[in-house]
Nanobody, 124 residues
């Protein structure tokens, strides 16, 4: 059974930092894109950052320069370092891994693998 388990969320003050981690088990994702989405109540889940199977990265405009996505193919993990956090970064963050291999960016389809989500709350 494939599982993605997020950790590292929680409350933080504006300007602070958090590091989200996602540990995958049940299969390896070394040939798959992985990434992070976030969702706030009443809005669709949105892509925050992605790292492709070859290491290329993508960031939403709203987090460029503040967030950094990385992965460890040996440990089968993906992380999101979040700096200079803003109240508008408050959301449930979801780890995601593409089912299809060799993509440069995650697709975010329902058929892909998803973590259970972790809350990040940034207070002003």
């Amino acid at each position: 059974q494939v599982q993605l388990v997020e950790s590292g969320g929680g409350p933080v003050q504006a300007g602070g930092s958090l590091r989200l981690s996602c540990a995958a088990s049940g299969r390896t994702f070394s040939s798959n894109a992985m990434g992070w989405f976030r969702q706030v109540p009443g809005k669709e889940r949105a892509l925050v950052a992605s790292i492709g199977w070859a290491g290329g990265t993508y960031y939403a405009d709203s987090v460029k320069g503040r967030f950094t996505v990385s992965r460890d193919k040996v440990k089968n993990t993906v992380s999101l370092q979040m700096n200079a956090l803003k109240p508008e970064d408050t959301a449930v963050y979801y780890c995601n891994a593409d089912v299809r291999p060799y993509n440069a960016i995650v697709s975010g389809r329902s058929a892909d693998y998803w973590g259970q989500g972790i809350q990040v709350t940034v207070s002003s």
